[in-house]
């Protein structure tokens, strides 16, 4: 069935030909597989760093909070279930 579309329709037969080229070629593919590696890798990072920066900004907004109900004279229990956080985090405030 290939062959037949190859054949019907020339602008097929040059990308087919680069594949053939490249899947028969091991240094194009393991420098493909590579290439492939590290953009995922990279990505990992990002989202890695992304995920940090959400959770130290989550952490923040948390110590902001229990701030403004520390200075409201609210309890520490409510505190600590308002924010999350621990005694001792909301008693260095």
């Known amino acids: 069935m290939l062959k037949i579309l190859l054949k019907d ?3 097929l037969q040059k990308p087919h ?10 240094k194009l593919r393991y420098q493909a597989i590579s290439r492939e590696k ?3 890798d990279q990505l990992s990072r990002e ?3 992304y995920d ?5 900004g989550a952490y923040k907004k948390s110590l902001k909070a229990a701030r403004v109900l520390k ?5 520490i229990e409510i505190i600590i279930k308002s924010t999350g956080l621990t ?3 909301i008693e260095k405030l």
């Open 9 to 11: 329709d020339p602008d």
């Open 17 to 26: 030909d680069k594949y053939e080229k490249f899947t028969s070629d091991k």
């Open 38 to 40: 590290f953009i995922r």
């Open 47 to 49: 989202g890695a760093a």
């Open 52 to 56: 940090e920066g959400e959770q130290k």
């Open 71 to 75: 200075e409201s004279d609210i309890s």
């Open 87 to 89: 005694v001792e985090e």
